[in-house]
C-alpha cells in the first residue's frame, strides 16, 4: 500500500519521483520491466546512440550537470546522469526492478488503483503515474518473411553487442534519427552496409563541440549554466518557427538542410535520393555531421527500391533483386502506440484501450477522463520536434504534485477531468494540427488513421503556461469533478 506507484523509470518517472520526495511526499514505488533505470537511455545501446538536443537543455533543471564531456553527450553518459540524480536524491531505494505491469485497475470504492505485475506482487496506491514514454516499445518492420531471415535480426532498441559486425554484411533499415547515428559506427566495422530508406530526411549540421576543463568550470557557476541553458532554450524554441509554412526560419533551415547535403554528397543522383519530398519538420529533424559521409563510403549503398520480402539469406527489393546479408539492423523506431495497449480499467470497468479505440487523447497530456488519479508523463501530445522534451516533464511533474495537494486539501477520494474539458482541448488540438506540417508525411506523430496524437503544436512555453494555469484551485474546480 502505497500513496504513490509510478510506472517506468526513464527520465519522466525519475523527474516525477524526485518530485515527490522535494514534496515531502515519501511513500511510493518505482514499477520498471528493465533491470535498471534509464527508460529509453537503458533500452538504446546502440552504437552511436547520443541525445540530438544540447546536453544542458536535456537536464533537470533541478539537476544541471557540470559532467558533459560534450554538448551531444552519448546515451551511455545521459544514463549515468540519471543514475546520479537518482542517488542524490535517494530515488533508488524506491525501484523495483524487473517487473512488468499486468494488470491496472482503478477501484471506485476505495479511491486507490490495484496493480499486479508479471512477478505477482500487487501494489495498492491513491495515484498511478503512468510514465512509460512513448519511444519504449521497439517496433520491427512489418516485411513478409522476416522470421524466417537465418542470420541475425537486430532492433536498435534492444542492440545485441555480442552480434559481430566485423567483416559482416549488413543490412540497415530506416532512416531516422537512430539510423542516421548508428550507420556510421556500423559502416566502420562491417565489410559492405546496404541502408534502406524509405523516405529521405531533413539532416541539419550537428552543432557538436567537446566540453574541456574550461566549459567544466565554468558550468559549476550557476549564473553561467543557467545562461547556456536559456540560450539554448531560446535557440531551439526559435527553430519552432521553422515547422510553420512560409516562415523565414522555414527558408533558413532548409537552406540550410540542402547545403549540408550539398557540401557532404558530391555526387547528383545519390544526393538527389537523399533530397526530402515533403515540408522540414514534418518528421523528427536530424542532426549529423556523419550520415552523409559515410552513406557515400565506397562500401556503403543506398537503397531506395521498396523492401519486398526477407528470404533465409538476404532482402528481396521490388525490383526482384537478392541481397545477402549476415546481419539485419532494424532502426525502424518504436511503437508509440503501445500505450492503447496497457493494461488500464478505470471507472465502470472501460479499459484504457477501449477509451482510445480512435487513438490515444489526454487533457494536456496528462489526465483522462474516466481514469481518476491517472496521471500520464509524456501522455498524447506532448512529444516536440524541436527542443528538449524535459522541459513538457517538468511542468507536467508539478502539476501532478497540485493535483495530489488539492484531493487532499478537498479531503475526497479521487479526482479526474471532466470528459468535456478533454474533449473541447483535443478538439482545439485537431484544429490547429489539420492542415500542419506535421499532417504532410508519415511519421510517428501519427496514429494509423493518419491523426496526429503524439506532437505538441505549439511553442513550448505554450505548454508550461497552460500546465501551470490547469494547476490552479479555480481550473481544478471548474474542469475536474471529485468523488
Ligand atoms: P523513426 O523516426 O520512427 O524512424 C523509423 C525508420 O524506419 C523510418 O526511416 C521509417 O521509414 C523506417 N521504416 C519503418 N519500416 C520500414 C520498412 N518496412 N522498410 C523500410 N523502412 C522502414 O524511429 P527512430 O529513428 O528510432 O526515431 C524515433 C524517435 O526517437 C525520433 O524521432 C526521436 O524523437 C527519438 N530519437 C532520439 C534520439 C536522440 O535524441 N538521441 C535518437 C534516436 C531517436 P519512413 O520514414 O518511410 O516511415
Redesign the pocket.
Known amino acids: 500500500m502505497h500513496e504513490v506507484v509510478i510506472l517506468g523509470a526513464g527520465m519522466s518517472g525519475l523527474a516525477m519521483a524526485v518530485g515527490l520526495k522535494a514534496a515531502g511526499r515519501h511513500d511510493f514505488v518505482i514499477v520498471e520491466q528493465s533491470a535498471g533505470l534509464g527508460g529509453t537511455w537503458w533500452d ?1 545501446r546502440y552504437p552511436g ?5 544540447p546536453a544542458p537543455l536535456y537536464s533537470f533543471s533541478f539537476a544541471p550537470n557540470p559532467h558533459w564531456s560534450r554538448r551531444f553527450a552519448s546515451a551511455a553518459e545521459i544514463q549515468a546522469y540519471m543514475q546520479r540524480v537518482a542517488e542524490t536524491h535517494g530515488v533508488l531505494a524506491h525501484c523495483r526492478f524487473g517487473r512488468r505491469l499486468v494488470d491496472a485497475r482503478f477501484d471506485a470504492g476505495t479511491g486507490r488503483w490495484r496493480l499486479q505485475t508479471d512477478r505477482g506482487d500487487l501494489f495498492v496506491a491513491r495515484h498511478f503515474v503512468c510514465s512509460t514514454g512513448p ?1 519504449s516499445v521497439p517496433r520491427w ?3 513478409e518473411g522476416l522470421e524466417g531471415f537465418a542470420g541475425a535480426r537486430l532492433h ?1 532498441a534492444r542492440w545485441d553487442a555480442t552480434v559481430p559486425l566485423a567483416g559482416k554484411r549488413v543490412a540497415v ?7 542516421s ?1 548508428l550507420l556510421a559506427p556500423v559502416a566502420r566495422e562491417a565489410a559492405q552496409v546496404s541502408l ?1 530508406q ?2 529521405a530526411n531533413w539532416v541539419l549540421p550537428r552543432l557538436d563541440r567537446r566540453y574541456g576543463a574550461p566549459d567544466a568550470l565554468l558550468a559549476r557557476l550557476p549564473p553561467w549554466a543557467a545562461a547556456v541553458r536559456a540560450f539554448w532554450y531560446h535557440v531551439l524554441e526559435w527553430g519552432r518557427r521553422g515547422f510553420d509554412e512560409g516562415s523565414a526560419a522555414r527558408r533558413a533551415m532548409q537552406r540550410a538542410a540542402l547545403a549540408h547535403l550539398h557540401r557532404q554528397v558530391r555526387e547528383p543522383s545519390l544526393r538527389a535520393r537523399l533530397t526530402p519530398a515533403y515540408p522540414l519538420g514534418c ?2 529533424i536530424i542532426y549529423a555531421n556523419d550520415y552523409f559521409p559515410a552513406i557515400a563510403q565506397p562500401h556503403v549503398e543506398l537503397v531506395t527500391e521498396a ?1 519486398e520480402r526477407a528470404t533465409p539469406g538476404g532482402l528481396v527489393t521490388a525490383d526482384g533483386r537478392e541481397r545477402a546479408f549476415d546481419v539485419l539492423v532494424c ?4 511503437d508509440v502506440q503501445h500505450s492503447v495497449t496497457l493494461p488500464i480499467t478505470g471507472t465502470g470497468g472501460r479499459t484504457l484501450a477501449e477509451a482510445w479505440a480512435a487513438g490515444p487523447e489526454a487533457h494536456l497530456g496528462l489526465a483522462v477522463a474516466g481514469f481518476p488519479n491517472l496521471w500520464l508523463m509524456l501522455g498524447p501530445n506532448t512529444a516536440t520536434g524541436h527542443t528538449s522534451t524535459l522541459l513538457f516533464v517538468e511542468p507536467g511533474v508539478r502539476f501532478v504534485l497540485r493535483a495530489m495537494a488539492e484531493r487532499e486539501r478537498r479531503g475526497v477520494r479521487w479526482l479526474a477531468v471532466r470528459e468535456g474539458v478533454m474533449r473541447r482541448f483535443n478538439d482545439e488540438l485537431a484544429g490547429r494540427l489539420a492542415g500542419s506540417v506535421w499532417s504532410a508525411c ?3 506523430y501519427r496514429a494509423p488513421d493518419g491523426r496526429i496524437t503524439a506532437i505538441w503544436p505549439g511553442f513550448t512555453r505554450e505548454y508550461v503556461r497552460r500546465v501551470q494555469a490547469q494547476g490552479r484551485a479555480e481550473a481544478f474546480a471548474r474542469d475536474y469533478e471529485f468523488g
Open positions: 538504446n546512440a547520443h541525445v540530438d538536443v519511444l518492420p512489418s516485411i536498435s533499415i530506416g532512416t531516422g534519427s537512430t539510423a547515428q534502406f524509405r523516405t518528421k523528427r523492401i532502426a525502424t523506431g518504436f508519415r511519421s510517428w
